[in-house]
């Protein structure tokens, strides 16, 4: 399977790392976009407020809780899980964060780059195991 | 900078604009249709020839549709979740290149709407700005549906953010650029053919990469087997049960832009984008063939929904965390050790 790969990648002849000649103004269309974006919900709130009919009634504007009246307040305390998967996402979203740029100019690291990057996902993956061991992944 | 390309610019987001908002509309459309086809039942058909008409019906009624905003509710955020929810969704396609470049009233057009060299990690700030708008949605309706709805959500599109980042790693690897149209460009003819006529697709380089992108994305697009958000057995709605009228349009909407936006993404990075025969002399079809393309994948995915059950809320988690997660890393490290042997 790796000899494969390795086969098929030699076979393919390596574009050269980015060097788009777009200067920074190819940020530009973003604001435009956005600014175009930001009038899309407020045209159709807009319409939809000047268009619809309202009848007021007090049931109708309770929380909807399958036609019985709300017992308590919905913001309760919720499951200690949320955090924990927040705060896991936080650790590994930075982990991928930093391949990216590593992925990129990887050509040029060669084996300094793969090295360096196995140290740092093998500090991870020691974080992962514990987390893994300490039940932090299991949903019961 | 001049005036031209300003308005070369603005152009093109007019028309990626109004095609995005029109698909999105056929895409309702066309999945009520795929369903009844695949269920043995008929879909909308009434309004118009073969029930055509039936987005315009259904946009007309979410426009006169009264607007309910629930008493308790935190009046601020419950508007602007909608508006969290749509405004990203959109932004990310600005960067998918559709097409290579036309020439069009003398004047050659590039098919996509702008380049830079961090398009890739734009599209995915952009969409992880997403989760705001269900987890404002699901905070503010102050419901128990929804609260629990939005919790699932933002903890399920986390998670699979992660797989999903580190699959497209792969690509990079093999790319070795982070700007879309580079990464077709080095999949298309230019670079030639494997054995003279397999192309030079991404796909063939990282089939693993690819099935862990395509199960990551359809988690993120809180689709079925993965639509625990919205499971309407135990959740009613999810995140969005209080919402109505044009508000509930707008989820509705953001839910199939960033449905388009994956598929494109698939088709982009590991099935070669715009690429196809008989481009060079005629540039037209490649954005023929980018249609197709997304159209099979959007196709694959509403398929998928009416054919699989869904997934426990445990077992979901335990795919994302213990399952994809490490394959993704295994496969990059991987990836880069054939990379650094070949080189």
Redesign the interface.
Known sequence: M?QM??I???????????Q?D?PI??????I???L???L???V??G???L?????FERE???????GID?IG????R?SV??YI??M??LV??VE??F??PW?????KL??F??VE??IF?GIL?VG?YYA?RKGA???? | MTTDQLLEWTIKIGVIFFILLTTVAYLSYVERRVAGWIQLRVGPNRVGPFGLLQPLADGLKFIFKEDIIPREASKWLYLIAPAAAIIPALMSFIVIPFGSSVTLFGREITLHVTRFDVALLYILGVGSVGVYGVMLAGWSSNNKYSLLGGLRSSAQMISYELSLGASIVGVLLVAGSLDLVTIVEAQGATSGYWLGFIPKWNIFLQPIGFIIFFLSAMAETNRVPFDLPEAEAELVAGYFTEYSSMKFAMFFMSEYFHLITVTSMATTLYFGGWNGPFIAEYPFLSLVYFVLKVFIFIFIFMWIRFTMPRFRYDQLMALGWKVLLPASILNLIVTATVILFVN
Not at chain 1, 12 to 18: E, F, W
Not at chain 1, 137 to 140: G, K, N, R, V
């Open positions: 790796i790969m390795a098929l990648l030699q076979a393919q002849s390596r574009p050269p790392a980015a788009s777009a103004f190819g940020y530009i269309p973003i435009i976009f956005f175009i974006a930001v899309l919900p407020v159709l709130l319409v939809s407020r268009l619809h009919r309202r009848v109708k504007l309770m929380p909807y809780e399958c709300p307040d919905a913001r309760e919720f899980r949320f998967v927040a896991l996402f590994f979203d991928v964060v391949l990216f992925a990129v100019i990887y050509d060669a084996l780059g793969l990057m196995l996902i993956v992962y893994w992944l299991e949903w019961a």
